[in-house]
Structures are given as structure tokens and as C-alpha cells.
T-cell receptor, first 115, second 114 residues
Framework: KAGVTQTPRYLIKTRGQQVTLSCSPI?????VSWYQQTPGQGLQFLFE???????NKGNFPGRFSGRQFSNSRSEMNVSTLELGDSALYLC??????????????FGPGTRLTVL | AQSVTQLGSHVSVSEGALVLLRCNYS??????LFWYVQYPNQGLQLLLK??????LVKGINGFEAEFKKSETSFHLTKPSAHMSDAAEYFC????????????FGGGTRLMVKP
């Protein structure tokens, strides 16, 4: 079974631009969660989608948005990029939402650099 | 709001020595608790989890953790460190009924000396 795929793996943007990151979950998984990892703030939850509905949202500004498609693939978008948005963005997929008995599997991440 | 504290951002042990990584959580109701490992340039891998069954949880690669409600702790241990254990370790919690939202501790980088 293929793991969680994130594209692109590396991305360089300039301030003010927008960016879209993609996450393809493990086949059959319906939950996709997104996390931001930075040296200063650590790992922070962005949002979770389950069956195309946003289930949870972290404490991030409205510039961060996401969506999930009917095939469970998810995208996150960051508009008006700031230098502080430079981070590793991780997505995780799970077959269910809210059950710790089903493991969340993480992708390798997308490294975003904002210049 | 839930929070997780990992005491010690860096821990160094000799190969073959005991590994102890500390994690404390704050919550009025015991949450679900997890330990993840991250190797350089990779995502996170689940080591073990506590879901209110046995308080001593065994995970992969010889790691285990004990849930202690009275101490609000979930420390990770391994009897004998191996060079391949060098990585960053994260403790995480999710409140019951909160979907898959994980709150992570700051992480502990484990270094293993030969």
C-alpha cells in the first residue's frame, strides 16, 4: 500500500505570493490533517478534513485555508505569504476521525521557503 | 486548552544505556496520548499510544511508556539505546472527541554516543 504523498516536496516563494500544497492520503483513508512545523513554534495543528468537511481548525489566520476532494485528496492554500510562513508542512491521513485506534500516517512534508 | 511539556529539548545517552524521555500533559480529563519519532527530512512515525487500556504501553523498536494519571505523565523509555535511535521524539495528545487534532510537545532530540 502506498504511503501518504505530498507534492511538491520543496517550494520557494516570495512574500505576498500564494501557494497551494497537495496531500494524497493512503487509499481508503477519509481523514486528512495538516500541521506546520517550524523551529520556533514546533508542530502546530492547522486543520482536519473528514469526508470533505472541515472537522477541526487550529489557531491560524484566515490566510491559511484548505479543502478536501471527493477522492480524499486534500489541498492547503496560503495566501499573501509572509516570511514567517517558511516551514515544513506535514499532512497525516487516517481511516477515521476521532478514534485513536486508527493510526495517523504522516507524509514526508513540503518544505516551503518564503523569501 | 490542552498542553504538552517535554522536559529537555536535548538528551544524550551512551549506546546501551537507558533512554528516558519525559512528557507531561495538562488536562482535566485524561486524553489520548502518543509518542512519535521523526528522523531527519522525514515525516513522523508513531511509536506507541495510550488509549485508556493498559497503563504500560509497548511500542515499536523496543520503546514503552507508562501512563501515570496522578503525575499527568507519559514518559518514554527504552532499556538499551541503539545508534539508530538518534532522532527527534514528540509527545502528543488529543482530547477525547476532538477528531484527529494532535497537540504536540516541543520535542526532544535524542543523541546516542558510541
Amino acid at each position: 500500500k502506498a504511503g501518504v504523498t505530498q507534492t511538491p516536496r520543496y517550494l520557494i516563494k516570495t512574500r505576498g505570493q500564494q501557494v497551494t500544497l497537495s496531500c494524497s492520503p493512503i487509499s481508503g483513508h477519509r481523514s486528512v490533517s495538516w500541521y506546520q512545523q517550524t523551529p520556533g513554534q514546533g508542530l502546530q495543528f492547522l486543520f482536519e478534513y473528514f469526508s470533505e468537511t472541515q472537522r477541526n481548525k487550529g489557531n491560524f489566520p484566515g490566510r491559511f485555508s484548505g479543502r478536501q476532494f471527493s477522492n480524499s485528496r486534500s489541498e492547503m492554500n496560503v495566501s499573501t505569504l509572509e516570511l514567517g510562513d517558511s516551514a515544513l508542512y506535514l499532512c497525516a491521513s487516517s481511516s477515521t476521525s476521532g478514534s485513536p485506534y486508527n493510526e495517523q500516517f504522516f507524509g514526508p512534508g513540503t518544505r516551503l521557503t518564503v523569501l | 486548552a490542552q498542553s504538552v511539556t517535554q522536559l529537555g529539548s536535548h538528551v544524550s545517552v551512551s549506546e546501551g544505556a537507558l533512554v528516558l524521555l519525559r512528557c507531561n500533559y495538562s488536562s482535566s480529563v485524561p486524553p489520548y496520548l502518543f509518542w512519535y519519532v521523526q528522523y531527519p527530512n522525514q515525516g513522523l512515525q508513531l511509536l506507541l499510544k495510550y488509549t485508556s487500556a493498559a497503563t504500560l504501553v509497548k511500542g515499536i523498536n523496543g520503546f514503552e511508556a507508562e501512563f501515570k494519571k496522578s503525575e499527568t505523565s507519559f514518559h518514554l523509555t527504552k532499556p538499551s539505546a541503539h545508534m539508530s535511535d538518534a532522532a527527534e521524539y514528540f509527545c502528543a495528545v488529543t482530547p477525547r472527541g476532538a477528531g484527529n487534532m494532535l497537540t504536540f510537545g516541543g520535542g526532544t532530540r535524542l543523541m546516542v554516543k558510541p
